[in-house]
């Protein structure tokens, strides 16, 4: 007795599971048979038929109920999935053709009229157009859709009867399967430069170096949810963080000739900047607002420790090439320059907001806009050369304040898998 219980048990939760399962994807099955039907009614009486190229045109809602515009368009992407999949037809771009439709002022119910029609495929090479329509009646959405050829404009048409709460949970489901469903992702980030404090002055446009910023980056992200998603990376930085109107330096060559040692002391002034180079490790919080099946909003809070390399230099005289105004006189910091290498640390915090749409299920461009906060004291006590007396903190340090905050703009491209 207890076996039996328990094998019929068995049996009913292996039906409710089976039942569950035939019941998400009903939507999807009642528009692949309206578009067998449609397929089977348009090829009836051709003996040869090549394959067609059909144009899935915006679907019209009438009687819009606050969601019958979004559906509509969730009713495209379903049947232009079908169809994609389909023997008899290869989908084409509708780019321009609702223009068109506009221009000639043709309704949907009048578009079999031959004339106009054929016009219509003849520009953008359709020898079928699929039309649509969609309407909230009660708890239900009635959906008409239309198959028409355009070169003689005979119309096949299929109706469905959808259940309203079950077409909003397909549609749901169907927006999240751009998002939701990506565990981890890997974005490239573009040029991202900082325009603030640390900018170059107008006297240094013609300077090789440039604003500060970031040329290149790789970002690895984790979403554990569809409204929030972590990221870490890695970002290259570089450009001028502090330009001075007008620096003094005096240096001494010293050089031997035969058995005498001469002094040579050498003084000026000039523009100067100081120019970094290095990267930058990131951590972002993302939180994401989906507007729709492609589109989404964000938010973003950051933190990226910058290691970057200092250097200095003098604003040559006359234009050189970049190589050549490194080796200028008074030029630079480190190896084969003048003055020891400096180098400096600091933490900016990232405030950020911005938009993704999906290219498609896994690919999505980006662009975000927000504020860098960040300061940073670079030590430059070893560069005696220069006159930094105004930066002494009084214990023969020398510390040179750079200012990293300033307004960002960059695009990305991510992957998600």
């Known amino acids: 007795m207890e076996k039996r219980v328990l094998m019929w048990a068995f049996v009913w939760g292996l039906c409710s599971i ?30 040869e038929l090549f394959r067609q190229n059909l144009s899935i045109m915006t679907f019209e809602a009438v009687g819009d109920d606050g969601h019958s515009r979004a559906v509509s368009r969730t009713l495209e992407d379903i049947f232009g999935t079908v169809f994609s999949r389909s023997t008899v037809f290869s ?10 439709l506009e221009e000639q002022r043709l309704q949907l119910m009048g578009i079999t009229e031959s004339d106009s029609t054929v016009d219509l495929g003849n520009i953008k090479n359709a020898h079928a157009l699929l039309l649509g329509s969609v309407n909230a ?6 959906v008409n859709v239309r198959l028409v050829e355009v070169e003689t404009g005979e119309m096949v048409s299929e109706s469905l009867v959808l259940d309203r709460s079950e077409m909003l949970e397909t549609k749901r489901r169907l927006d999240m399967e751009y998002i939701s469903a990506m565990g981890v992702g890997i974005s490239i980030l573009g040029m991202d430069l900082v325009y603030g404090g640390n900018s170059p002055s107008l006297d240094f446009n013609d300077f090789s170096t440039t604003v500060f910023g970031r040329p290149f980056g790789v970002e690895y992200k984790y ?15 570089g450009g001028t963080v ?7 330096y005096q240096y001494e060559y010293k050089f031997d000739y035969g058995d005498e040692s001469i002094t040579l002391t050498e003084e000026g002034e000039g523009p100067f900047v100081l120019y970094a180079e290095g990267y930058g490790l990131l951590a972002n919080s993302y939180f994401v607002w989906p507007m729709s099946r492609r589109f989404s909003l964000f938010a973003s809070l950051g933190v990226e ?8 230099y003098f ?17 630079g910091f480190g190896l084969d320059e003048f003055g020891p290498q400096e180098w400096g640390t600091a933490p900016v915090y990232r405030l950020r907001a911005g938009f993704e749409w999906f290219l498609s299920p896994r690919a999505a461009f980006s662009l975000k806009a927000g504020w860098d906060f960040g300061r940073m004291e670079i030590n430059l006590t070893r560069q005696w050369h220069l006159d930094l007396a ?11 304040p750079v200012d990293l905050s300033g307004f960002t703009i960059a695009p990305s491209i991510s992957v998600y898998f």
């Open 315 to 331: 604003h040559p005289d006359v234009e050189e090439t970049a190589a050549e105004e490194k080796k200028a006189i008074g030029n």
């Open 91 to 100: 989908l084409v771009e509708r780019r321009g053709m609702e223009q068109l």
């Open 390 to 400: 105004e930066y002494d903190d009084g214990n023969g340090n020398v510390r040179v």
């Open 137 to 142: 009646v009660g708890d239900s959405y009635r």
């Open 18 to 47: 089976t039942t569950v399962f035939s019941q998400e994807g009903d939507i999807e099955h009642a528009v692949r048979r309206a578009a067998e039907g449609l397929s089977r009614a348009y090829m009836e009486g051709r003996d």
């Open 223 to 237: 979403r554990p949810a569809t409204w929030l998603m972590f990221g870490v990376g890695i970002e290259t930085y």
């Open 305 to 312: 420790y910058l290691i970057l390399d200092i250097e200095g």
């Open 242 to 248: 502090r330009s001075f109107e007008s620096m003094s």
